[in-house]
């Protein structure tokens, strides 16, 4: 047994590789890029440490390419998320009492190998499996990633060195368990990051983990889980299952030792998770912490005072990158009269000039949304859109599926502040303008802040420094992170911990201590260092 104090000093942020023409960065990733698609890959669960194949497979085609295929994988029933849960007890007490050094190595280990060795696989299979150009898939499954990672568990080792007050006589101290049970980690399609960071930063706090990840984003999904077995991570602590939702919500959410649930997806979803968890909440051993990032109807509100072409480009940006298939991205705008005519003819501008088609192809910018229901639901919303009064399209408005599911980067704008696409979550290539009277900056705050049930992220664009005390003033509880003068999305570990309220989520800020805390449970230990040997108190004697 050591006697040390281990520290975990503040990392860096991954540096952004800029994959210039010739670059090395840029050579490795076209090679794999070009390996991934010439092998089919079988795609098993993890359960215990072992790999699990049912035979009953789902096909996986890149979003862009969809007749394409780059492989499949296994999918589960109950009795695999039934046989996960039973793997992650069974290893829970050995992790738990795993000295925290030798859990950190494990994890700094695995992002030390995303940044070296399996970048390039990271980044090649975020850009085949959830369409993102070599750029995003960089600062996402790369940087972010291994972001998370190594500022967990800086965060994490300064938690544990908080410790109480003891006074003379006394021995006070504070030991931070994980949770007594398992916890559940669902995690989305758009952002590799986060699908590492929901498993591992719970396990990272001792805890043993069941994962689902959405299908769309198993092919990522399993290179993750191949590093972290070769960093050493124990069979048994995370488990990786394919199960549909409700499959893996009636197992865990029926088990006395859930725990928890760690989630990012839609607000439909997580309220219903939350009424079943309530529902059942008799059944646990322990009330589950309950951490959930869900929509978002981000907003981004131009002073008079504002330039136009940062007006435009914090659009054309916010709303298109990813094909606005962020959580964060810009979904509806208002912009004053006095400088509207030409943020909108800046903004046509840039965006008829965004490149889209496949991701194996660099010049593109505009890539494939996810599936082929989210293109419907998308295409949906343009066209009615295209039949209403209320409405124009400035720029886009078209699609196609016959060789992937594009959606040109479309422009809407509204003559009413409360139009649908003003209000509802699109999650893709669509952005809403509305223009509103240069002089009722005011009221248009208000408007920013009653719209949407959201409350993501927003942001602020203006000269005027009054005007931006203003408005993150009026617009407190509006954007759980709010940008001055950028676009609203781009939140860097380290930099902006992320999280929103309202119909957003719990607000547990990812990439933050404040997330951790939510994995540990807390025990007070006090010691008397010579107890007393009567129960009399001073006080009762009479003089």
Request: proline share 5%.
């Amino acid at each position: 047994m050591h006697n040390a104090y281990f520290e975990f000093a503040a990392p860096k942020n991954e540096p952004v590789l800029n994959y210039a023409p010739g670059s090395a960065e840029k050579v490795a990733l076209k090679k794999q890029l070009a390996a991934f698609k010439a092998v089919e890959m079988d795609i098993p669960m993890y359960i215990n440490g072992e790999e699990v194949r049912t035979g009953k497979t789902v096909n996986i085609h890149p979003p862009h390419e969809r007749k394409h295929k780059l492989g499949h994988f296994h999918q589960g029933d109950s009795s695999h998320v039934q046989k996960a849960i039973d793997a992650a007890l069974a290893a829970r007490e050995k992790w738990a009492d795993t000295p925290w050094e030798q859990r950190a190595a494990i994890f700094m280990r695995a992002a030390e190998m995303m940044a070296t060795k399996y970048r390039a696989h990271m980044n090649a299979a975020t850009m085949l499996g959830q369409s993102k150009n070599a750029y995003q898939a960089e600062i996402d499954s790369a940087c972010e990633l291994i972001d998370f990672l190594r500022y967990n568990v800086h965060y994490l080792g300064q938690i544990y060195q908080q410790q109480p007050y003891s006074p003379q006589g006394i021995h006070n101290r504070v030991e931070y368990r994980p949770l007594e049970g398992f916890v559940l980690a669902v995690t989305p399609f758009n952002f590799t990051a986060i699908a590492g960071n929901l498993p591992t930063s719970a396990a990272m706090c001792g805890n043993v983990v069941v994962w689902k990840p959405a299908n769309t984003q198993v092919y990522a999904a399993n290179v993750i889980m191949k590093i972290l077995i070769e960093a050493g991570l124990p069979a048994g602590v995370i488990n990786l299952v394919y199960t549909d939702g409700p499959t893996v919500g009636d197992v865990c959410f029926n088990h006395a030792d859930f725990a928890g649930i760690h989630f990012t997806g839609s607000t439909g979803v997580f309220q219903t998770m939350w009424k079943t968890i309530g529902t059942n909440i008799s059944k646990y051993k322990t009330y589950p912490r309950i951490v959930g990032e869900t929509g978002g109807k981000d907003f981004v509100i131009a002073h008079k005072s504002a330039d136009p072409a940062v007006v435009a480009t914090a659009l054309a940006r916010g709303a298109f990158e990813f094909q606005g298939q962020k959580c964060s991205a810009a979904s509806r705008a208002y912009v004053p009269s006095n400088i509207a005519d030409e943020v909108k003819a800046n903004l046509v501008k840039q965006v008829s000039s965004m490149k889209m088609g496949t991701t194996e192809d660099f010049t593109n910018f505009i890539n494939a949304v996810i599936d082929e229901k989210s293109f419907d639901k998308i295409a949906s919303y343009i066209d009615n859109a295209k039949k209403s009064d209320a409405t124009s399209i400035l720029v886009g408005g078209t699609y196609d599926k016959t060789e992937g599911f594009f959606i040109a980067p479309t422009v809407i704008e509204t003559k009413d502040p409360k139009y649908v696409t003003m209000c509802e979550e699109i999650f893709g290539p669509v952005l809403t303008l509305y223009v509103y009277d240069a002089e009722k900056f005011e009221e248009t705050l208000a408007l920013v802040d009653s719209t949407s049930e959201y409350a993501l992220t927003g942001s602020i664009i203006s000269t005027d420094r009054y005007a931006i005390e203003l408005a993150t003033k009026r617009l407190t509880n509006s954007a759980g992170n709010f940008y001055i003068n950028d676009k609203p999305t781009g939140a860097v570990v380290g930099q902006q911990p992320f999280g929103g309220a309202r119909a957003s989520g719990t607000n547990d800020k990812a990439g933050s201590a404040m997330n951790l805390y939510r994995w540990l449970s807390a025990r007070t230990i006090k010691e008397t260092m010579v107890p007393p040997t009567d129960y009399r108190y001073s006080f009762l004697d009479e003089a």
